[in-house]
């Protein structure tokens, strides 16, 4: 069976420090892992994807993903956060389990920047 | 490019009726499928439509039924309303079957069951 665990459902930061959204997971295949963002009334936007290339994996807006496959994780993180960063973060695990489809998204991370 | 497009935005019903949601892929792309979104929740795979066959489906009940038409836009369907299917549905497509990596989703359709 597979799952998704977001560690934080709140994050504070300050305007131009780093920002670390946890994601665990939990797979019996080896998945895709993906982080989407949510501002306010708008859809989901796909950040980064990792799909078995390269473990550290860049993605918009100056964010960034490594995967650690020890330690099933999946954290996403920015060097600088920046105002227009407040959002709702998902990190997403899909995986093809005899040819099913699974893709499970994790409750999400509220992103909070303070001035 | 127009992208992903839902309608209607907001949606009021009561319970027991039934809600029919529309979602027309962006363009070039041909596999559609549906999220449910509850408050605070992740969203959650309802089902996946192509070729306007249901491909894939997520631990629903009946209630909730598909349509792809051959233009690749999708209805969902849901019956016999209940308090809990207040939610905010999400309509996602990608290139094809295969190319499931990326999707891109649109702002969603916000339905309030009283």
């Known amino acids: 069976a597979q799952s998704v665990t977001q560690l934080d459902s709140h994050v504070s930061v300050s305007e131009g420090t780093p920002v670390l959204l946890r994601c665990n997971y939990s797979s019996s295949y080896s998945p895709s892992l993906f982080w989407y963002v949510q501002h306010p009334n708008k859809g989901l936007q796909l950040l980064l994807k990792y799909t078995s290339a390269a473990t550290l994996v860049k993605g918009i807006n100056g964010f960034e993903a490594e995967f650690k496959k020890s330690e099933t994780s999946f954290h996403l993180t920015k060097p600088s956060a920046h105002m227009s960063d407040a959002a709702e973060y998902f990190c997403v695990v899909r995986t093809e389990e005899n040819r099913d489809d699974k893709i499970i998204f994790g409750k999400g991370t509220r992103l909070h920047i303070l001035p | 490019d127009a992208g992903v497009t839902q309608s209607p935005t907001h949606l009021i019903k009561t319970r027991g009726q039934q809600v029919t949601l529309r979602c027309s892929p962006k363009s070039g792309h041909d596999t559609v499928s549906w999220y449910q979104q509850a408050l605070g929740q992740g969203p959650q795979f309802i089902f996946q439509?192509?070729?306007?066959?249901?491909?894939q489906r997520g631990n629903f009940p009946d209630r909730f039924s598909g349509h792809q038409f051959p233009n690749y836009s999708s209805e969902l369907n849901v019956n016999a309303l209940l308090l809990g299917d207040s939610a905010l549905y999400l309509c996602?497509?990608?290139?094809?079957?295969?190319?499931?990596?990326?999707?891109?989703f649109g702002p969603g359709t916000r339905l309030l069951v009283l």
């Open positions: 996602a497509s990608s290139p094809d079957l295969t190319d499931q990596e990326t999707q891109y």
């Open positions: 439509y192509y070729e306007e066959e249901e491909r």
